[in-house]
């Protein structure tokens, strides 16, 4: 049965077109010990701060649009147990459009310039394509990556390098296992700042997804020194 | 006196609103016919239904021998017990496995069993196993098709809510008014078709599965601009979903017939039900298929068991599952498992302790009137997906609404992209009507006293739930009518909002909703009120019984500000494959 | 009973420790007092050794002082030890060697604490 708790956050308040800089605003909730962030936030939203902007969707770890800073650490809202203090911020390095929700246009212009779908070299030809089942158990694995950023945003070489970031990353290792693409997934990888990675893990400890980034670029690494996959030839 | 509306101006060929499946498979549709595409999406173009969707895939593969398109079509037609629109539904499991192939070529790896075989497993109330699925669920059926997105360059506009259709004098759409939330400016796409996949109504309900987001707007826009409805009574609740946390209440935790043996085989054993006395309480309601039952039967026989006091503290019942199908279950769906892990425990994860459930509202059955293409009766005008009715009758298969979205979003892509070519345009009169619809959304800005919207929307999704939930009867649906009018007349005049900021304005976008809800949940009680008769998903307490009369559809439009019900028979095939006739509920 | 690992309960992440931050700082820290150590071992044998240097001989006793500090040491190997088996592990992970990164920093740190605990006991004539 879950307890009572009363519980302290501290919420960074900033809009763009209004405020000179942002400031954090502090509320006192009343909640239950198995409270998500999430729930946090809309009680204060319903109860306290009608102008809060924040966003969430589906609620449950799928849409992965909730991510936020806890204490620090980008993780998402849904998800994120609560805790007696906690401070929300908005996701970094996104820019912010207002108070916790970011602006992902570059995001989606890089999972665009990336061209995440198979290259084919042939044109699908109809009918279950050929893969072997424990592949294809690990392309799902891949393909259930939610676009989440919370690595990116966790990511310390994002923060220090020029490295699009591990979800990035993780996509182009999907396409470079799938079988029906052939495009050369290592060079972009390479020119996306690869080699830029500290293999901290810190992306597959963060992951809400249980993927591991690192190990994506650890794969690529292991291509490139041993001579990967000739698909792309 | 304020000053004019500011509206920002395009055209496009079409213009689709959703994000999901549906509206994606459109957008690809449309784009490979040669037409100009936007997409509009409410929020983040991930947050929709289809992310959340367990992605199981109903299709007739061709790895059951014992299983045809004729087999899942009658199953589709026994399940919405013969309200179906059976055009629809015979082009659903024609259309099915090719649409499947479409996903498999966007890069979705189906699960198989050998290289180029799919693993198939069951559905609840289905006759033969057939449902495909892979991994990453949901998850990765959304993630394909918005790199095909990306690949065809299709602009995708996020956080752009459609607020309403514009039409010309003839009744014919123009374009769609959309209030771009991030910045809190108007935009008027002219268009030569507009395809509504806005998804479903679930967010009318207290303990919803669906997204924050379906609050079923496309829905509500079609029927101010004159559009009929078809079975919006007919609200599937899923039979089992999370108890706890808040925020993961009501998230579908699909059906008992997946916690057992049955999983793998139509004759085995589902998941047991049990009530807080110990009862397997569905053997009352359908002795035969047990919990393997349609998830009508099952979900309103959790919520009677609830309502007459059976339940746990928290407001659920007890599944029993079987651990034999734990490592299946954990190969199939991990992204299950994680959540049961997190939300109750390690023992609940592997299916070893007793899982609390509790029904929930998951999917509108009924929607949008639409032909074999989805166009409705309203020119300009296609609709497809969740948003849309007839496909599925008064219950569906668990695994049809994937097949759904991609066969019938494919269909609305093509004919919006037709559409648009034979259109010349509405021109510029359409902008001044565009323009007033938006200095009419913008009145609780200007309030300074009021309610609040979230206050409202909790009121009306409370009425929901009560009466025009899994139990209804003539008299709360009446006196939930009247609540509604009273709230349309007194309480939304009076609606304002906190802070006057046009970004990201959370309480300005639910002022929107709370129209479509009314509008919506007014339809919803007063179709359920014209049907007496207790048939799929649709319970009335005071016609409890399947009344035979009664299998025709409902259709509701809009005319002169009232609301219109008739009823209109069902529509069926020249040679139509007849419905075996099955008694909804052992009580009958 | 099914004994498979269950995925992982990520409603925690913001507690506990952020293992690939330490590692990273841990690894950067340690690089840094190693350069800094081969830069003052490099002047000090110069000016032990090389009579030109001689004459800078006079300029620090806070050397000697430093010497005699047993946690000076133990750092210093501590750090030698972390930077050369992180280096190592990540190495091994790029020739292809998973190592879950839990169990690596946790046995990294220990076996590097072993080395500075030597240079304590070392120290106190054990």
Redesign the interface.
Known sequence: MPTDIKMRAEIRRYDPSVDAEPHYETFEVAGQDNWRVLDVIRSIYERQAGDLAYQFACRVGRCGTCAVKVNGVPVLACQERCKPEMKIEPLTPFPVLRDLVVDRSEIEARYEQHAYAPQRKTEYAGGPEPIDPLLAEDLCHKGSCLACMVCVSGCPAVEERAFDGPAFMLKLRHMAEHPADSGNRLEQAIDAGMLECFGCDLCTQLCPADLSPAQAIRDFRRDMIFGGSKKHE | MTAKTEVFTEHVDVLIAGSGAAGMRAAIAAHDAGAKVVLLAKGPRRANHTRMSGGRYNAVSGFNPADSTDAFFRDTVDSGVGINNYPLTRILADEAMDRAYDLESYGLAWDRTEIKKYYMSMTGGGTFVRTLGSIDEGIGITEVMLHQLHKRGIRICDFHMLADVVQDDSGRVTGGLALDLSKGAWRYFSAGAVVIATGGTSQLYETSSGPAINTGDGIAIALRAGAELVDIEFMQFIPISFVYPPSARGYTLIEPAHYGMRHFDPKAEPAHLLNTKGERFVLKHDPVRREGSTRDILARAIMLEILEGRGTPEGGVLMHPDPQVFDAFLKERPIYIKRLLENYGEGHARLQEPIQVTPSALYTLGGVRIDPWCRCNVPGLLVSGEAAGGVHGANRLGGSSMPDIQVFGRRAGIAAAEDAREYAGGGAAQLDKARARAAALEACMQRNDGVRPPDIKKRIQKLMWDHVGLVRSGAKLTETLAAFRSLREHVLPTVKVTNKSRVLNREWMEFLELENLLDIGEAMAASSLQRPETRGAHYRTDFPALDSNWTANLIVRRHAGQLQVEKKAVVTLEKAVPAREKIAGAIA | ??K?T??????????GL????V??TL?RFSGAAIIVFVLVHVIVQAVRQVPMFAALNAGAPWLQTMQEQNWVHAILFFCIAFHTLYGL??LA????F?IR?QTAFWGIVGVSALFGLREVLRYAGI
Request: proline content about 4%; glycine content about 10%.
């Open positions: 009973m099914s498979a269950l995925p992982r309960n990520t409603t925690r992440q913001a507690e952020q293992y690939g931050d590692a990273r690894h592990k990540l992970g790029e020739l292809g998973t990164y």
